[in-house]
């Protein structure tokens, strides 16, 4: 047995001696369909796994965390690690992070949290394992689906809330999202599908970042905007590293890519120039780059901010007076405490900009 396993289950120990008895909690269900008996004010939280410190930080006070995953000490764009990256640097390390990697008890009981919050595990099992062999409440989250925001990032948002008393300010997250969603389709739902551009969005990152073939079918953001994917005419309704021939052969007006595979975009290019200049968006110059949307799970923010930047850009007039890095600033504001759209755009090729991809922008 080692001294920091014993440390961590003395304070546990010492926790549950200082809160009364066990019978004060509260059972919660979360997202795998559990029911979690969870203490009735927990103060002690961490949050393992793609996403779910994200979530946390959109709803719940970052002083009261007692760890963090490795992974998330890198800011690389993230909002919420930005605006807490003074706090992260000082949190013990309670695992490595990544989608790849397993939850270290051990790790976790050392910093003894009372809410144990996760988006890993395919299944309920392997949450009722960690949190018996930890001894302490775990509470399953999860991104659903690829869209921006669905039912179970709301679930999660409100569960979130439900745990640590921050229900009002997750109903208040929850509905703002939902806010900028409805704008985004306000704007752009009368307009006639004849003076709509055909769009791709290509060079998206799902577990890594790809190359300009890493796309999605059925794109969220594009369909709030009312937009022409062309993927869709391909039936493809998920994320999918597209065909080349089939992207030649869609011939898109508007091409975007996203900042995180960009890099994938440009080493690629100087191989297969050939390709890039048989697409007329390219030839023509329509290409336009997005801040990253993927990174350790969606970047929520960051692709409500893209939503808006790609209607700047598809429809200027119906989004005149709604400057797309001003909006990111907001939506950074809102969700985690400080706009950043400054600090974003740093670690993506200077964010929002139209470019000529033969002479491509500079890191």
């Known amino acids: 047995m080692s001294k920091r396993w014993m440390i961590g289950w003395l304070m546990l120990l010492l926790l549950a001696a200082c809160s009364g008895p066990v019978e004060t909690g509260r059972t919660v269900r979360d997202l795998m369909g559990r029911d ?6 927990p103060t002690r939280f961490v949050c393992i796994g793609p996403g779910a410190l994200r979530l946390y930080s959109y709803v719940a ?19 919420y690690v930005l605006a807490n990256h003074e706090l992260f640097d000082q949190l013990p390390i309670i695992g490595p992070g990544g989608p790849a ?17 996760t988006t890993y595990g395919a299944d309920a099992k392997a949450l009722d394992s960690l949190q018996q062999k930890t001894g302490i409440p775990v509470v399953g989250l999860s991104y659903g689906d690829h869209a921006v925001y669905n039912a179970s990032i709301e679930r999660s948002i409100r569960l979130i809330g439900q745990v640590s008393h921050q229900s009002e300010r997750a109903e208040q997250v929850a509905e ?12 752009t739902k009368d307009i006639a599908d004849k003076d709509k551009p055909k769009v791709y969005i290509g060079a998206q990152s799902h577990q890594g970042s790809h190359g300009i073939e890493s796309t999605t079918g059925q794109e969220s953001v594009l369909m709030t905007l009312h937009a022409q994917n062309v993927v869709d005419e391909s039936g493809i309704d998920r994320p999918v590293q597209w065909d080349r021939e089939a992207l030649l052969l869609s011939d898109p007006d508007i091409i975007f890519l996203d900042g995180g595979g960009l890099g994938n975009v440009l080493s690629d290019l100087s191989r297969h120039r050939a390709f890039y200049q048989s697409l007329r968006a390219v030839a023509d110059g329509q290409t336009h780059l997005l801040l990253p949307t993927n990174h350790y799970a969606k970047n929520i923010d960051v692709s409500l901010a893209n939503a808006f930047y790609i209607g700047h850009v598809l429809y200027p007039e119906q989004f005149s007076g709604r400057d797309p890095a001003a909006v990111c600033d907001e939506i950074c504001h809102f969700l985690v405490g400080k706009p950043l ?23």
């Open 36 to 41: 979690v008996f969870v203490p009735e004010e």
């Open 61 to 79: 006070p970052a002083e009261q965390l007692v760890g963090i995953e490795a992974i998330e000490r890198a800011a690389e764009g993230r909002a």
């Open 101 to 117: 990697q397993a939850p270290d008890p051990e790790q976790l009981m050392a910093v003894a949290p009372e809410v144990i919050f």
């Open 176 to 187: 703002r999202i939902k806010a900028w969603l409805a704008e985004l389709s306000s704007r």
């Open 341 to 363: 759209y400054r600090e974003i755009a740093d670690y993506s090729y200077g964010g929002y900009q139209s470019f000529h991809l033969l002479d491509p922008v500079e890191e």
